[in-house]
């Protein structure tokens, strides 16, 4: 497969409870986040995918030329921050929060983007996209806190958080 056949391939970082896949996406126009917050469809075509254990992050287990994931299994995608899509500037000034968020044996921490003025303690993430960004990022796992995932953006599912906790 060629580029040129697909067009832009972005290369991303896919994480389930317990595997990283490392592979490229075309998205065409759109960044990848729109893509994964896109529900008109429930699986992501990725290519040259090489698939590791979190527990074993260093040792490739497998490759797959090709690979279908399921977006609402993952837990977490790092991307370069041009693939995360942020508050839009025109609708609000925003305001960057510290933020740790909790999932499944992991934790991310990272600057949400937030509207400059809005109460912390009644905010609730339900009101966001399914795949909500965090910038400047890094994911550590709980069982091995040695090892950690960073990124220039990770985009988080909202549907696996177990806790969103935000601070100025």
Known sequence: MSSAQFGNLIQAEFFTSTHRLSGRVHAGTKPLGDLLNDHSQSYLLVFDVYISRLSEPGEIVAYAPTAFLTKDNLSFVIVPTRQARGPEQG???????????????????????????????????????????????????????????????ILVNRTRVESFCLSE
């Not at 921490?109 to 009101?127: E, H, M, N, S, V």
């Not at 069982?143 to 990124?151: A, K, N, Q, R």
């Open 91 to 153: 609708r609000y000034a925003s305001q960057q929060y510290k933020a740790l968020v909790t999932l499944p044996g992991v934790e991310v921490q990272g600057k949400f983007a937030g509207p400059y003025r809005f109460d912390i303690r009644t905010f609730t993430p339900a009101t966001l996209d399914t795949y909500q960004v965090l910038f400047e990022a890094e994911a550590r796992l709980v069982s091995l806190p040695d090892v950690t995932f960073s990124g220039e953006a």
